[in-house]
C-alpha cells in the first residue's frame, strides 16, 4: 500500500486506512504528512493535494520512470499516479477517461493540470515523430499564453485561473498524443474595469507594460507606468514579487510564434490589449441630461487608431444607444453616466472576444489532423481545471456563477465517490457502516430549480416591463425563498447587521457562507 512504502511516520498515505475515520483524524493526518513534506495523500482513488507554495523537487524524469506503468498504490501518493492510471485506463479499455481537479481558490489546480500534462508528454514515445513531438511542445506551451490573459494575481492566489479550462488530449492507437482541443468558460470580465484591493487585472496587461519595447510602447501610446492607467491601477497592487512581467512576457511572444501566430496576429493581440487601457481613460460629459459627449476627443482617436475603425463610429456608439419601441428604431442619447456604464461594457466584451479568439488559435495550431486518423482508433484523456469556490468582500455575478459550478462539481464527487460506492457495496452485500454526509443537492437546486430557484426569479424579473432594478429582484427572492434553510437577507433576518437593507443576500454554500 502507499503507506508502506513511506514509513509510519509519515502517517497514513491512504486515509480510508485511518484507524478513526472523523474530521479530527482527517486533518490530523494531513497535518503530519504536510510537516513531513508529502503533500499528496489517496481517498482511495482520489489523490489529495496541499498547495506548499514553493517549488518543490517531485516532478523530475526520475519520478516519471518511477510511476511510470505502476498500478496506483505501488508507489507513494502522487499526482502522476492518478495521470498514469487514466492513461493505462485509456489504453487498456481504448475508452476515454476525464480527470476532475477541484478545489477553493489558490488550491494549485492550475499547477496540478500543468503537472498531469508535463506527464503525459513524458511518458509517450515519440522519437522520430516531428508531429507528435510538435502537439507535445504546443499543449505544454499553451498554459503560458492562456496564462498571460486568463490568469490574473488575487488576495489568495499571485497566479489565479480567472477562466475555467477543459481540455482533451487526443492520443493515436499507439497512445501518443496527436492533437487536442480547449473550451473555456466563464471568464472573470469584471476583472477587465475593477479590481479589489491588493489584486491585478489580467497578466497580459503589466506584461505589456513591463515587456514590451520602448518602439512597441510608443506605437501604442502606452508609457511603462501601470498606475497611469485607471483599468489596471485600481488594486494598488501593480508589481508582485513572484512574476515577472518583463520574462512572462517574451514567454507569450515564443508561445504566439510556436502556434503559428503570424506577425500581424500578434501586432493585433497588443493593440486590443492597450486601446482597452486607452479605454479607461476616456472621460464624458454632458451640457444637458439627453445627450453626452467625450470630454478628451484624442484619447478617443487613439483607441480609434488601434481598434482601426472610424473615430465618429466609436463616438457614437460610446455616447448614444438604438431604443425599439412599438415598432420603431430610433437613436436616445446616454447621460454621462449611462455612457461610463456602457464603456466599461465595451472594454469587457473586447478583451472577451479577444480571449476567446486566442483560445480558438490555440486549438487550431494542435487540432487533430486528418493523417493522424486513418489507422486504428483514437481515444482522449479530459483534463477539467475551473475556478475554485470564491469569497470575496464584494461577490459578483460571477463569483455567483463560479461557486455554482463548484457545487456541482461537488456533486459529481458525491455521486461518484460516496453515493454509487454505497451502493455497490449494498449490491455485494458487504458489511459497512454507512458514512453519513452532506448532499448539496438542496444548494444547486436553490441556484437552478424550474421557476424557483435564483436563476429563474432572475429570468422572470428581466421580463418585466419597464425599469427593473436589483431591489426588485431581491424583493421577488425574499417572497419566493422565505423558507429556503440556505438563502437569507436582511428582510428575512432584520437582526443580522453584516446584511445591508434592499441590497444584500446571503447563500450558504457547502464551503462557507457568501454575501
Known amino acids: 500500500m502507499a503507506g508502506i512504502d513511506e514509513g509510519p511516520e509519515f502517517g497514513k498515505g491512504d486515509f480510508v486506512l485511518l484507524d478513526e475515520i472523523s474530521e479530527d483524524m482527517f ?31 517531485i516532478y523530475g524524469q526520475d519520478v516519471v520512470e518511477n510511476y511510470k506503468g505502476r498500478e496506483i498504490y505501488e508507489r507513494p501518493p502522487h499526482i502522476f499516479a492518478i495521470a498514469d492510471a487514466a492513461y493505462k485506463t485509456m489504453r487498456r479499455r481504448a475508452q476515454d477517461t476525464c480527470i476532475v481537479i477541484s478545489g477553493e481558490s489558490g488550491a494549485g489546480k492550475t499547477e ?48 489565479s485561473s480567472r477562466f475555467g479550462k477543459y481540455m482533451d488530449i487526443n492520443f493515436d492507437f499507439k497512445g501518443d498524443p496527436i492533437g487536442g482541443h ?38 501604442l501610446k502606452l508609457e511603462r507606468n501601470p498606475d497611469k492607467y485607471h483599468y489596471v491601477n485600481q488594486g494598488n497592487s501593480v508589481k508582485v514579487g513572484t512574476i515577472n512581467d518583463r520574462k512572462d512576457f517574451k514567454t507569450v511572444q515564443e508561445a504566439m510564434r510556436d502556434m503559428q501566430f503570424s506577425p500581424d496576429e500578434c501586432k493585433t493581440v497588443w493593440a486590443t490589449v492597450a486601446s482597452i487601457m486607452h479605454l479607461g481613460a476616456i472621460i464624458f460629459d454632458s451640457e444637458d441630461s439627453e445627450q453626452c459627449f467625450v ?6 482617436s487613439t483607441i480609434t487608431e488601434l481598434l482601426q475603425v472610424q473615430k465618429e463610429d466609436l463616438e457614437k456608439a460610446l455616447c448614444s444607444r438604438v431604443v425599439a419601441a412599438r415598432g420603431e428604431v430610433m437613436e436616445k442619447g446616454h447621460t454621462s453616466e449611462q455612457a ?176
Open 112 to 159: 496540478a493540470s500543468k503537472v498531469i500534462m508535463r506527464y503525459m508528454a513524458a511518458i509517450t514515445h515519440a522519437s522520430g515523430q516531428n508531429e507528435i513531438n510538435r502537439v507535445k511542445n504546443i499543449l505544454i506551451q499553451s498554459n503560458a499564453l492562456l496564462e498571460a490573459f486568463g490568469n490574473a494575481k488575487t488576495t489568495r492566489n499571485d497566479n
Open 340 to 515: 461610463e456604464f456602457g464603456r466599461d461594457a465595451f472594454a469587457k466584451a473586447i478583451y472577451d472576444r479577444l480571449f476567446s479568439w486566442i483560445v480558438s488559435k490555440v486549438n487550431e495550431a494542435i487540432e487533430v489532423r486528418g493523417s493522424n486518423l486513418k489507422h486504428g482508433k483514437s481515444t482522449l484523456i479530459g483534463v477539467l481545471d475551473i475556478y475554485g469556490f470564491e469569497i470575496f468582500d464584494n461577490n459578483s455575478f460571477e463569483q455567483f456563477c463560479i461557486n455554482y459550478c463548484n457545487e456541482k462539481l461537488q456533486q459529481l464527487f458525491i455521486e461518484l465517490v460516496l453515493k454509487q460506492e454505497q451502493e455497490e457495496y449494498e449490491r455485494e452485500g458487504i458489511e459497512w457502516q454507512s458514512i453519513e454526509y452532506f448532499n448539496n443537492r438542496i444548494i444547486c437546486d436553490l441556484v437552478e430549480e424550474n421557476h424557483k430557484g435564483i436563476i429563474a426569479i432572475l429570468d422572470e424579473a428581466c421580463l418585466n416591463v419597464g425599469k427593473v432594478t436589483d431591489e426588485m429582484f431581491l424583493d421577488a427572492m425574499n417572497k419566493k425563498l422565505t423558507k429556503h434553510p440556505h438563502y437569507t437577507s436582511r428582510a428575512l433576518q432584520p437582526t443580522d447587521k453584516s446584511l445591508v437593507h434592499s441590497q444584500d443576500f446571503r447563500i450558504r454554500h457547502y464551503a462557507g457562507d457568501v454575501t
Open 295 to 300: 470630454k478628451n476627443p484624442e484619447d478617443l
Open 182 to 219: 480547449i473550451n473555456n468558460y466563464l471568464l472573470e470580465k469584471s476583472r477587465v474595469i475593477r479590481q479589489q484591493d491588493g489584486e491585478r487585472n489580467f497578466h497580459s496587461f503589466y506584461q505589456l507594460l513591463s515587456g514590451g519595447t520602448d518602439q512597441q510602447l510608443a506605437a
Open 27 to 57: 486533518m490530523q493526518n494531513l497535518k503530519l504528512r504536510f510537516q513531513k513534506g508529502k503533500i499528496y495523500t489517496y481517498i482511495g482513488e482520489v489523490v489529495v493535494s496541499v498547495n506548499p507554495y514553493r517549488t518543490v523537487d
